[in-house]
């Protein structure tokens, strides 16, 4: 008689055959339908992943980021732009004509802040007070004139002040 020799791979296949009959049960048609129902679910995630527009998705991440750093160029420029404007209001100039003039000329030559110092601004105005030394505030305050004739103390409107140095009543 011929013996049968059994190899170590031998008991490991046998082994595992016998795991898988003991593991190996039947489903009821409810957790059967269950199952096929996760299944169809994963399918249909697998393929919508697989009809994704890839190419699609990143020019739209490209046209985003654009736009993204078109919003945060027009960001600065008004934040710098509102800073230089109180920059300007600070000068005490005596009109809106001058304090545009000041903010272009600042602005033509892209002057930059540290903290709330404009650098190079003191140079800018400088050169605009030699040019233009009347378009600034006196810091002497402008005197208030009364109309008091009578004693009264107050200060009356024009018409009433013209009439009374006039002698009108």
Do not use: C
């Not at 049968?4 to 055959?17: G, R, S």
């Not at 000041?102 to 007070?129: R, Y």
């Amino acid at each position: 008689m011929a013996e049968e020799t059994k190899t170590p791979e031998t008991n490991q296949v046998e082994n595992v055959q016998e795991q898988a009959e003991q593991t190996a049960r039947t489903y009821t048609e409810q957790e059967y339908n269950a199952l096929m129902e996760q299944l169809n679910t994963a399918n249909a995630t697998i393929q919508s992943y697989k009809d994704m527009d890839i190419d699609g998705i990143k020019a739209s991440v490209e046209e985003y980021k654009t736009k993204w750093e078109q919003a945060e160029n027009d960001r600065k420029a008004f934040e710098h732009k509102t800073k230089v404007g109180g920059f300007v209001k600070s000068l005490g100039l005596k009109d809106d004509i001058y304090e545009k003039y000041v903010t272009d000329m600042i602005i033509a030559k892209e002057l930059k802040f540290d903290g709330d110092k404009l650098i190079g601004g003191d140079d800018v105005v400088n050169q605009f007070k030699a040019k233009y030394p009347d378009a600034f505030k006196s810091a002497t305050p402008v005197p208030e004139f009364s109309v008091n004739t009578s004693g009264k103390s107050g200060v009356r409107d024009d018409d009433a002040f013209v009439r009374a140095v006039m002698g009108l009543k």
